[in-house]
């Protein structure tokens, strides 16, 4: 009923931006608000963004406020997550989930997730 495929990941320097794609499909209601988790090697998962699709609200987590901005095209349904000044240890699988409801950054409270994209950051 509801999917969601994370696209975009790659590797990249240090200092350099990917863009980071969550094609959601499904029921608007099941994806009123997505999130971008990430997990790296060894470490829990951490929310990273969160955004509502029927409003302009966002959040972010501290170690990317400022670098990494997440947005949506209203039109294709695709929320996108551009991040900029990348570091390496923002080095991780990156996944979009979706939730019914705004606890932006708790991962627990989002029922559908995507299978992830891997973005590398070398110094």
């Known amino acids: 009923q509801v999917q969601l495929v994370e696209s975009g990941g790659g590797a990249v320097q240090a200092g350099g931006s990917l863009r980071l794609s969550c094609a959601a499909s499904?029921?608007?209601?099941?994806?009123?608000?997505i999130g971008w988790f990430r997990q790296g090697p060894g470490k829990e998962r951490e929310g990273v963004a969160a955004?509502?699709?029927?409003?302009?609200?966002?959040y972010y987590a501290d170690s990317v406020k400022g670098r990494f901005t997440i947005s949506r095209d209203s039109a294709e349904g695709t929320v996108y997550l551009q991040m900029n000044s990348l570091r390496p240890e923002d080095t991780a699988i990156y996944y979009c989930a979706a939730s019914t409801r705004w606890v932006p950054l708790s991962a627990a409270q989002y029922k559908y997730w995507g299978q992830g994209t891997q973005v590398t950051v070398s110094s």
């Open positions: 499904g029921s608007p209601g099941s994806t009123k608000y």
């Open positions: 955004l509502f699709t029927g409003g302009n609200s966002t």
